[in-house]
Each structure stands twice: as C-alpha cells, then as structure tokens.
DNA sequence: ATCCCGAGGG
DNA sequence: CCCTCTGGAT
C-alpha cells in the first residue's frame, strides 16, 4: 500500500472542499449571538454540548447579563442555574463569570481579537479562539478542529493525528486560507447530517469517491 | 490521563 | 447499557 502522494491528497483535498460547498451551501456557525461577546460565551458553553442546546439556555442568560461588566458580577449560583442542562455546568459558569472578569479586567469589556490575548482567557482554548477568530471577526488564523472536525478529518485521511493541533497543522496547507472557517462549518454540518458519528451514511455522501474509510451501507 | 456533567439516540 | 455532542483545566 503505497503512502499517498502529498499532491494527491492536496487535489482530494480541493475537490472534497468544492463538493462540500456545493452540498451546504448556508453552512454557517450555528449558536445563535449578536456579538462577539455572545458567541464567546455559547462557545464556552458547546462544550460537550449540541448548538440546539445551548441556543436554548443562551437567551435568558443574555437577558440576565447583557454585556461582560453584568456578567462579571453575576453569582456563580445564579449561572449555574441558567445553563444547567448544558452539562458541566459548574465549570462553565466558573468559565463564564471568569471570562467576562477578564474583559473588563484587560480588554475594556471588549473582546480581543488576537489568539494570544483570547487564550489566558478562563474556559478559552485554541479551539473556542479559533470559533471567536474566524466567526466574529473573520480572522482565519487557524481552523476550528472539534470533535467533528477532527473525526471526519480522519476518516478522509487528510491526517493521520488524533491531537487537535497536530490536526489542524495537517489541514492549514491543504485549504485556501480564506476557505479556513468555511471549512470546518462545513465538514461540522456534514458530520451532523451525513457522516454521523457511529451512523455514517456513505450511500448519501457526496465526498464517498474521496474517502478512503468509506463502507458500504 | 483524568475530571467535569447533562441530555438524547440507538 | 453504550456512545456522542463544535473542550478546557489540572
């Protein structure tokens, strides 16, 4: 079995971006927000988590809190609360009233724009700085590699790592950076309708032809 | 490597 | 029962 070639997987790479857009052509972040100070905090809150879920608690909790200086204020018991159900809920909150302290604290309420002022944030890792680059502020400084992204990546053999940033250095020279936030909406949308994880549906897959772990049904 | 944690699907 | 869902901190 004969490695792939580094041109080979590039042009695969091309072709699987192309199809891919022409299948979802909307595909787009999907936790509801108005800012970035919003889609910061439903970032957070994804965490082992659906979008769908987290839309639902996000409203109230946007509601109550506004901006990061009522957040920054808030009891940890009354977050707590609020975002019950999106799961480690203690931790979040801690993230969360942590996050808005950090605004006001070093950023003038503001969200920074830079991966080296977002990371010290409480409950901000590459993955969610990238989220809040690409999303908020169209900076693509790197991709977005959730549990989606990293899984579908694999299973396309465009990596053969499993950590996320050993992933997401594979993928940076295989896509156009522009294309770089796109991307990982789209294989995110991809692997919630088609390449379901434990499910996937590889007779309704248009990137089947390009996939090596394709199975038949 | 392990912990945090709830909800839904199969 | 199992796995998965846009992870991060220790």
Known sequence: MPRESKAARTARAAEILTRLKAEYPDAHCELDHENAYQLLAATILS?????????????????????????????PADVEELIRSTGFFRNKAKSLIGMAQALVADHGGEVPRTMEALRPIPGVGRKTA???????????????VDTHVKRLAGLLRLTRESDPEKVERDLMPLFPQEDWALLSHLLIWHGRRTCIANRPRCGECVVAELCPSRREA
């Not at 989220?131 to 790197?142: K, M, P, Q, R």
């Open 130 to 144: 990238n989220v809040i680059l690409g999303n908020a502020f169209g900076i693509n400084e790197g991709i977005t």
């Open 47 to 75: 965490a082992q988590c659906t979008d769908a879920r987290v839309n639902l608690v996000t409203p109230a909790l946007f509601r109550r809190y506004p901006d990061p200086a009522a957040l920054a204020a808030a009891s």
